[in-house]
Nanobody, 118 residues
Framework: QVQLAESGGGLVQSGDSLSLSCVFY????????MGWFRQAPGKERELVAA???????YDADSVKGRFTLSRDNLGNMVFLQMNSLKPEDTAIYYC????????????WGQGTQVTVSP
């Protein structure tokens, strides 16, 4: 029904920037809240940022002011611009979609690795 594909991860130094992209393959992109999650080794998966179809956003305290989530409703894509990266940002980043009528995120991408060296 819906498939997600992330890209843009890589190895960078502390203070560098990366931009992650996620393509939404499916119908009615506007009915989904889009989010970026991350999971570091040995840690629970956490919500980094989320955005509604109308552009309302949520940012985790740990990334507020550094990361910016946006969406392109014409191209069915979401982006995560990550600036001033820190080693603690190292994780696998997942794109996720939650149908507006669903209590939880329904669909997940395969993940893209972000590694930030000191």
């Amino acid at each position: 029904q819906v498939q997600l594909a992330e890209s843009g991860g890589g190895l960078v130094q502390s203070g560098d920037s990366l931009s992650l992209s996620c393509v939404f393959y499916g119908r009615t992109f506007s009915l989904y809240v889009m989010g970026w999650f991350r999971q570091a080794p040995g840690k629970e998966r956490e919500l980094v940022a989320a955005i509604t179809s109308g552009g309302s956003t949520y940012d985790a305290d740990s990334v507020k002011g550094r990361f910016t989530l946006s969406r392109d409703n014409l191209g069915n894509m979401v982006f995560l611009q990550m600036n001033s990266l820190k080693p603690e940002d190292t994780a696998i980043y997942y794109c996720a979609a939650k149908h507006i009528g669903a209590p939880e995120y329904d669909y997940w991408g395969q993940g893209t690795q972000v590694t930030v060296s000191p």
